[in-house]
């Protein structure tokens, strides 16, 4: 442990998000991180409520993600799914036998009327997790994306669908408004640092800068707030960001992700390959971090979190 004096909030998607969450975790002490989680994408499958995100983040801070998909838990089986599909039902999303388990468990939890960020700390709590994970809101959030084929919820777009559909915008139906969760509210009170982990803008950060009052905290946050790019070399590395931005008629680049932030984040870090971009987003008034940005090993992924921390506290 390097012992970093500091506290930190990251904001977090899936599987991007996770990773550098992850990094974040093995320099920070439990009391020094809370990772708050996107909800927009929770959908009712089989009758049971499925938080991807949270889980995707849970899992890969419990070092049991599986490593090819980055979400889901390492060798998984599909035996229930298989006995669903037999019996007629339409299975088009992947809910595995392990992973099951988290859902019956939230499911049951919610029911007896637990909020998800209670459920949630139990469920990484018995997963051995010690740093706080927490949902953006506990009231109802759903993303919802508009195409060329109708209004989708996120995972027919995203999984049913393979964000193949053209987008013409993405909403958030919030139920008149969410609420921060209390874990939320309470880490942007606490913590010195905010990091914008590398998470697509539209589907996993604009949800949380949409809960209420959250923008306008973010705005005003006393501390560091730093943001790496999800795009690399006008890719992302996983998932429709490049081609969302592309869609909505925005150049995909580190750039135009980073405009996305201008008046929420004072830094901003970008990977090696975009180094030619780093004036551009000098101009928009932030600082610029240039390094590697790919996390394939844990060292990447820590030697970013280290980074990240480094360049804000600097
Ligand atoms: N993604 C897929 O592409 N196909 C699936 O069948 C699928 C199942 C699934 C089950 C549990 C879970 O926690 C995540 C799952 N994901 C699946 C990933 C998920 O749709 C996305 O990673 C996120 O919602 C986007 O961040």
């Known amino acids: 442990m390097p012992g970093y004096d500091t506290n930190a909030l990251a904001l977090a998607g899936g599987v991007g998000g996770a990773k550098l969450a992850l990094g974040l975790a093995k320099i920070l002490d439990?009391?020094?991180?809370?990772?708050?989680?996107?909800?927009?994408?929770?959908?009712?499958?089989?009758?049971?409520?499925?938080?991807?995100?949270?889980?995707?983040v849970m899992y890969t801070l419990a070092g049991?993600?599986?490593?090819?998909?980055?979400?889901?838990?390492?060798?998984?089986?599909?035996?229930?799914?298989?006995?669903?599909?037999?019996?007629?039902?339409?299975?088009?999303?992947?809910?595995?036998?392990?992973?099951?388990?988290?859902?019956?468990r939230r499911t049951n939890l919610l029911n007896n009327g637990e909020s998800l960020s209670e459920v949630t700390s139990k469920l990484a709590a018995a997963l051995g997790v010690e740093h706080a994970i927490v949902p953006m809101t506990d009231d109802s959030f759903r993303t919802i994306v508009d195409t060329e084929i109708g209004s989708?919820?996120?995972?027919?777009?995203?999984?049913?669908?393979?964000?193949?559909?053209?987008?013409?915008?993405?909403?958030?139906?919030?139920n008149g408004g969410a609420r921060p969760s209390p874990g939320f509210g309470r880490a942007l009170s606490e913590s010195?640092?905010?990091?914008?982990?590398?998470?697509?803008?539209?589907?996993?950060?604009?949800?949380?800068?949409?809960?209420?009052?959250?923008?306008?905290?973010?705005?005003?946050?006393?501390?560091?707030r730093i943001a790496v790019s999800p795009i690399i070399g006008g890719a992302a590395i996983k998932g429709p960001a490049a081609k969302l931005m592309a869609e909505f008629g925005v150049e995909p680049s580190c750039v135009d992700v980073a405009k996305q932030y201008i008046g929420l984040c004072d830094a901003f870090v970008i990977d090696n390959i975009d180094a030619d971009r780093a004036n551009e987003i000098d101009s928009l008034g932030m600082d610029v971090l240039v390094c590697n940005t790919i996390m394939t090993s844990k060292e990447d992924k820590m030697a970013l979190a280290r980074k990240v921390l480094d360049f804000a506290l600097r």
């Open 30 to 56: 439990p009391d020094q991180l809370t990772v708050v989680v996107n909800t927009g994408d929770d959908e009712i499958f089989y009758g049971l409520h499925v938080s991807p995100d949270l889980d995707t």
């Open 152 to 174: 989708l919820a996120f995972q027919d777009y995203f999984v049913k669908h393979r964000s193949e559909p053209k987008a013409t915008a993405i909403r958030f139906d919030t």
């Open 64 to 104: 049991i993600a599986n490593p090819e998909t980055g979400w889901g838990i390492t060798g998984e089986t599909f035996n229930m799914l298989e006995r669903l599909t037999a019996y007629g039902e339409d299975t088009w999303f992947g809910l595995g036998d392990k992973d099951l388990a988290t859902h019956i």
């Open 192 to 224: 010195k640092i905010i990091v914008f982990c590398p998470s697509n803008p539209y589907l996993s950060v604009a949800p949380i800068l949409e809960v209420t009052g959250i923008r306008e905290r973010i705005a005003g946050f006393p501390g560091k």
